[in-house]
């Protein structure tokens, strides 16, 4: 399976010292392994502030560049139509459940409590355009994958929270 879009709906719990100032990050982990890092900051809001909810959205190829799994790359020069993987997003060749992982790292000791995080994707599928013509096409909806709804206290300060979380899909 290939995830074109990812959305992470992240929502701060509602209650005093909850909200933070300092940058957390999102890392995608497939089998362990880091595919990629996104922040958790809009430079136009002040997000994980008490009570907040946010939609964290990476569409298309700048934010999730190609990155296979088990489907080998073609060799220069070596095309076919159409091409045995899109032209970006992330393949989970086994599915997500057991593979995939979204770790969770603060960067500061300004304490921030997690209340919940969703995570939804758009999977890229190979659909027909015409009888006898295949092309990759990212579905237009959004699926939710999972949540996790456990509050976590997260800090650099271990007197106020662990560093990192990780949630598994």
Request: hydrophobic residues 30%; negative net charge.
């Amino acid at each position: 399976m290939w995830i074109g879009s990812v959305r992470l709906r992240v929502k701060t719990k509602n209650s005093p010292d909850a909200g933070t100032d300092s940058l957390v990050t999102a890392s995608v982990l497939r089998d362990g392994n880091e595919i990629r890092l996104w922040k958790l900051d809009y430079t136009s809001e002040d997000d994980l502030e008490r009570g907040a909810t946010r939609n964290y959205d990476y569409i298309g190829p700048t934010r999730l560049p190609r990155r296979n799994d088990q489907t080998p790359e073609l060799p220069p020069g070596v095309s076919q139509n159409p091409m045995p993987y899109p032209s970006y997003g992330f393949e989970f060749s086994n599915g997500l459940p057991g593979h995939l992982k979204i770790r969770l790292e603060i960067n500061n000791d300004d304490m921030w409590i997690k209340d919940s995080v969703e995570l939804f994707v758009r999977q890229i599928r190979l659909k027909s355009t015409s009888f006898d013509t295949l092309a990759w096409q990212e579905d237009s909806n959004w699926e939710l994958v999972a949540t996790w709804g456990q509050d976590v206290a997260m800090s650099t300060d271990s007197d106020e929270g662990r560093e990192t979380w990780t949630m598994n899909v």
